[in-house]
C-alpha cells in the first residue's frame, strides 16, 4: 500500500493506492500500479487492473475491468480517466447503476457526480433484456433529481412505442420507487359507455412542479386527456388540472380547475383546508358552471384506549358555490377498533353526513349517509380476508361486505371483492382481480361484474436484477 500527501499548504486529502506491484517515480511523482489496484480518494473507491496516477496533476487513468464507486453509484468500464480535484472523468464502455435504475453507455463524462452519457441505455428492468427501456443519444443524469434523455426512445422490448425530442425522468432520494413510478405507462379496457379503449400516463417535470399529461382513445367516444401541475412543499400543494376527467360512476365532464390545499396541522385533532376554483361542464347532463369550494377537514387521528382497542375521529364541512346555487355538505365519522391478536382486528364503525342546497352535477353530487359497519379483518403471509356488515339508516338497507386476496409464491396474485345488498337481493359490487409480477413489471387485469367493466393496468417496479448487471468490487 501507498499513502501519498501533498504539502500542508495544498489542503488536498491523501490518495490511497493498493495493488499486487507498485512503481513510484519520485521525480515525476507518479505512481505506476498493477494487478487488484484499489484507489480510495475522499468519498471516491475505484478498482482497476491497471493505474497511472499523476499526483501533481492529481489525475488517474485506470484500465482493465474499472469499477468506480461513490455513495450509491457503481460504474464498471473498460477505461477511466478521473481528476481527483475536481471530481471529473471520462469513461468507455460503461454500466452503471444509481438510484435504482440501470445505464450503459458507449461514453460517460463524469462531473461533480452529473454523468452524461453518450449513446446510452436507461433501464429499470432486467438489462439483459429489457421489458421497457429508453435508449438516447445523450443521458445526462443528476442524481437524486433526474435524468434527461434527448433524442430518445421509448422501447417495449425491441419495439419502438415511442420517439421523443426530450425525454425526463424525475428521481428522488427519499423514494426509491420514482424512477419506476415516473415512466410513461399504458392502460387498456372495457367498458359499456367508452368501448374498447387504451391510454397513457406521461408524468414529465417542469424545475420544481410535477407534470401529468393523460391522453385516451375509446371506440365509442372517441380521444379524451388532461394535463396535471403540482407544486409540493411541506406544508402545502398548489394544483392547477385542465381536461376530460371522469368521476367514480365513470361518467365524463370537462374542467379547468386550480386547486390549494394544507397539510394536517394541530395535535390531538389535525386540522387541513382546501380550497379550489374552477369552472366545468358535465357531458351526461350539459350542466355547465364555475365553481368555488373550500373544504376543512378535522381530526383522523387514532386514540389508544387499552393495549388492545383504538378509536379514530374524523369530521369535515365542505362549501360549494356555483352561478346559481350553494352546497353545504358536514360530515363525521368514528372508528372503533379491536386488535384480536397480531392478524386480526375486529372494528365498529359509524358514517354520517348531511346535505343543504344543491348541485347542477352528477360528478361532485354527495351522499346523504348515516351508515354503521362491523367488520373482521385477517392478514397474514400472502392471504387476507375481511368480512363484514353493514346498515345504511337512510335507505334503510342492511349489505354484506367481503374482500378476499392471495399472492401465491410464484407472485401470482388473485382478489374478490363483493357488496351484496340483502334488502333488495343483489349484488351492488362485484370485482375479480388477477395480477402478476414478471421482472420489473406489475400486470393486473380487473373486472367488475355488475358494471361490465373490465381494465388492465401496468405498474413499474425496479427490477433486483439491475444491481446484478454491474460488476460488484473486489472484496
Not at 485506470?62 to 475536481?86: E, F, H, K, P, T
Not at 338497507?397 to 371483492?417: C, I, M, N, S, Y
Not at 413489471?441 to 393496468?457: A, E, K, P, S
Request: charged residues 20%; contains cysteine; proline residues 6%.
Amino acid at each position: 500500500m501507498l499513502l501519498v500527501t501533498a504539502p500542508a499548504a495544498a489542503q488536498i486529502p491523501p490518495v490511497v493506492v493498493e495493488a499486487d506491484r507498485i512503481v513510484y517515480d519520485t521525480t515525476g511523482r507518479r505512481i505506476e500500479a498493477t494487478g487488484n489496484v484499489r484507489i480510495e480518494y475522499r468519498d471516491v473507491r475505484l478498482w482497476a487492473d491497471y493505474a497511472l496516477v499523476d499526483l501533481d496533476r492529481q489525475e488517474i487513468l485506470l484500465r482493465g475491468s474499472v469499477i468506480l464507486v461513490q455513495g450509491d453509484r457503481r460504474l464498471a468500464a473498460g477505461a477511466l480517466r478521473y481528476d481527483l480535484r475536481n471530481q471529473t472523468g471520462e469513461a468507455i464502455d460503461v454500466r452503471a447503476v444509481q438510484d435504482a435504475v440501470y445505464y450503459r453507455a458507449r461514453e460517460v463524462q463524469l462531473q461533480q457526480g452529473v454523468f452524461r452519457a453518450l449513446d446510452a441505455l436507461v433501464t429499470i428492468c432486467d438489462p439483459a433484456s429489457p421489458l421497457y427501456s429508453v435508449t438516447a443519444e445523450r443521458v445526462t443524469v443528476v442524481p437524486g433529481r433526474m435524468v434527461i434523455a434527448e433524442n430518445a426512445a421509448l422501447r417495449a422490448g425491441d419495439a419502438v412505442i415511442l420517439r421523443v425530442p426530450r425525454f425526463e425522468i424525475p428521481l428522488d432520494d427519499a423514494a426509491p420507487e420514482a424512477p419506476a413510478r415516473n415512466f410513461p405507462r399504458p392502460e387498456g379496457g372495457y367498458d359499456g359507455l367508452s368501448g374498447l379503449w387504451v391510454g397513457v400516463r406521461y408524468p414529465y417535470p417542469l424545475g420544481d412542479v410535477a407534470g401529468e399529461a393523460y391522453l385516451r382513445y375509446n371506440t365509442a367516444l372517441g380521444w379524451e386527456g388532461y394535463n396535471r401541475l403540482r407544486y409540493a412543499q411541506p406544508t402545502w400543494s398548489a394544483e392547477f388540472l385542465a381536461g376530460v376527467l371522469r368521476d367514480a360512476e365513470n361518467r365524463l365532464y370537462e374542467a379547468a380547475e386550480l386547486r390549494y390545499a394544507t397539510a394536517p396541522w394541530g395535535g390531538l385533532l389535525p386540522v387541513s383546508f382546501a380550497a379550489s376554483a374552477g369552472y366545468y361542464r358535465e357531458r351526461a347532463t350539459g350542466a355547465e358552471s364555475p365553481k368555488l369550494e373550500a373544504t376543512v377537514r378535522v381530526g383522523g387521528a387514532s386514540w389508544a384506549l387499552g393495549d388492545a382497542m383504538t378509536l379514530t375521529l374524523g369530521g369535515s364541512v365542505r362549501y360549494s358555490v356555483y352561478a346559481d346555487r350553494t352546497l353545504l355538505v358536514p360530515a363525521a365519522g368514528a372508528t372503533l377498533a379491536y386488535r384480536v391478536d397480531a392478524r386480526s382486528t375486529f372494528s365498529l364503525s359509524y358514517l354520517w353526513s348531511e346535505i343543504y342546497g344543491s348541485t347542477p352535477f352528477l360528478f361532485d353530487a354527495p351522499l346523504r349517509e348515516s351508515v354503521v359497519t362491523a367488520s373482521y379483518a385477517y392478514a397474514s403471509t400472502g392471504f387476507a380476508f375481511a368480512a363484514g356488515v353493514q346498515y345504511d339508516f337512510v335507505l334503510q338497507h342492511a349489505k354484506l361486505l367481503g374482500d378476499v386476496r392471495f399472492v401465491t409464491p410464484g407472485e401470482w396474485r388473485f382478489g374478490v371483492l363483493a357488496k351484496y345488498n340483502l334488502t333488495t337481493g343483489a349484488f351492488e359490487d362485484l370485482a375479480l382481480s388477477i395480477g402478476k409480477r414478471c421482472d420489473c413489471l406489475d400486470v393486473g387485469l380487473t373486472y367488475r361484474v355488475v358494471q361490465q367493466q373490465f381494465w388492465i393496468t401496468f405498474n413499474l417496479f425496479s427490477s433486483p436484477r439491475v444491481q446484478q448487471h454491474v460488476p460488484q468490487p473486489p472484496p
